[in-house]
């Protein structure tokens, strides 16, 4: 297995005499006892906007999210599809880390297949999957998780500027928020998407839709599931609607 190292590329109660002194301590300490216990679900309760930033992060290359998974495939592909004959399959290791210093930062450590697939001997399209960890320290989270996926990336020829590109995409962790309430809990977020459009010259999402899905569990022992779309625009921006409506935008340098 070959090794690639890109550089370039988270109530007590006290016992009076008065039988009524009792009855009465015990009403005030179940009362603030629930308060207690709401406050604390409050605090741990995942929200909608907790999801959006997890989804954020799952998709930004400074986190080490989709978009960068995407620059990486095409570049294998762009280097790989003319040297590779039909059924050929590869492996290599990919690691990468960002300066420490800076914020937001992340590692991670994939390991890749890719084989190039034929109809009738001619090449159709590149298979890839991958699997690994990834931690990353972002603006308003930090995160441990493993990371999978697999893709599949086809040219629809020379008269095309784009490649057309399908995923799978999934990250299962623990995050912990560095904002407000500091909440922390686990999550499993997937990612799918059909005829995502990237740039034969930079790499980049051009337009296409993804599904996502988030599931997981708060610090409370709450469990909590969202879902919805994201919107890939262009020029390194998407949009992203979950079950409100409400639209989150998302971009990336």
Request: aromatic content about 10%.
């Amino acid at each position: 297995m070959k090794k690639t190292d890109l550089k370039s590329f988270g109530g007590k109660v006290a016992k009076f005499v008065i039988a009524g002194g009792i009855v009465a301590l015990v009403g005030v300490s179940a009362c603030t006892k629930n308060n207690d216990n709401n406050s604390n679900n409050t605090k741990a309760t995942v929200t909608e906007a907790d999801a959006a930033e997890l989804t954020t992060d799952a998709v930004t290359p400074a986190t080490g999210g989709f978009d960068a998974q995407v620059n990486i495939s095409v570049s294998i592909y762009v280097s790989s599809s003319t040297k590779l004959s039909c059924g050929a399959k590869k492996d290599t290791t990919i690691s990468f880390s960002s300066p420490a210093n800076f914020i937001p930062n992340y590692a991670y450590t994939l390991n890749w297949n890719y084989e190039l697939d034929c109809n009738s001997g001619v090449p159709s399209q590149f298979a890839f999957g991958f699997t690994g960890s990834t931690n990353y320290n972002g603006v308003l989270m930090t995160a441990a998780d493993n990371s999978s996926g697999s893709f599949t990336i086809a040219d629809p020829g020379v008269t095309s500027n784009t490649y057309t590109f399908n995923s799978s995409y999934e990250r299962s962790g623990k995050q912990t928020s560095k904002v407000g309430f500091q909440k922390s809990f686990t999550s499993d977020l997937k990612l799918s998407s059909s005829a995502i459009l990237i740039s034969k010259a930079t790499h980049e999402i051009v337009s296409g839709t993804a599904n996502v899905t988030i599931t997981g569990t708060s610090s409370n022992g709450n469990s909590f599931s969202f879902s919805g779309k994201i919107t890939f625009l262009g020029n390194k921006k998407a949009t992203l609607v979950l079950n409100s409506g409400t639209s989150y935008n998302i971009t990336w340098s």
